[in-house]
């Protein structure tokens, strides 16, 4: 576990993000970076989980091994906070993280924020299709950005 302050931990995703949306990626690469400020509190984890996508019913694939770590977490259920515990998904790098994150999202549950043609809209739709359990999710998101 590396973490580090915001700047350095921009400058280290930034290509990777870039990367991924030249190759098709739907994500804009500020929505992308802001989620990962926010889900890691900019913490280089080793198993490379930038977005809290947890096992779920998801099959190994090209980008995730089947790997998985147990850690903590909360949700917001019946508009409370309850901590937990969940199986996370294990990646063998950023790259391969920022792939498997982007398969999630051509599921049809996500296609709002695929047409997301801002990256406000896009945090209001990550939020509104379910990414996370926070209502405050996007908003956290476009605080980050700004």
């Known amino acids: 576990m590396r973490?580090?302050?915001r700047k350095t931990f921009i400058e280290t995703l930034a290509p990777y993000a870039v990367q991924v949306r030249i190759e098709g990626s739907p994500m804009f690469p500020s929505v992308r970076?802001?989620?990962?400020?926010?889900?890691?509190?900019?913490v280089f984890h080793p198993w490379f989980n930038l977005g809290g996508i947890k096992v779920g019913s998801g099959k190994p694939n090209e980008w995730w091994d089947g790997s998985s770590v147990r850690k903590g977490t909360w949700e917001?259920?019946?508009?409370?906070?309850?901590?937990t515990s969940a199986n996370f998904r294990a990646y063998k790098s950023v790259y391969h993280f920022y792939k498997?994150?982007?398969?999630?999202?051509q599921l049809p549950r996500y296609a709002r924020v695929c047409a997301a043609r801002t990256p406000e809209e896009q945090a209001e739709m990550l939020q509104a299709c379910g990414y996370a359990t926070d209502p405050q999710y996007a908003g956290k998101i476009m605080s980050i950005i700004n």
């Open 33 to 42: 970076l802001a989620q990962n400020i926010l889900e890691t509190g900019c």
């Open 3 to 5: 973490v580090v302050d």
């Open 76 to 83: 917001v259920i019946n508009g409370q906070r309850v901590d």
């Open 100 to 105: 498997d994150q982007d398969l999630l999202f």
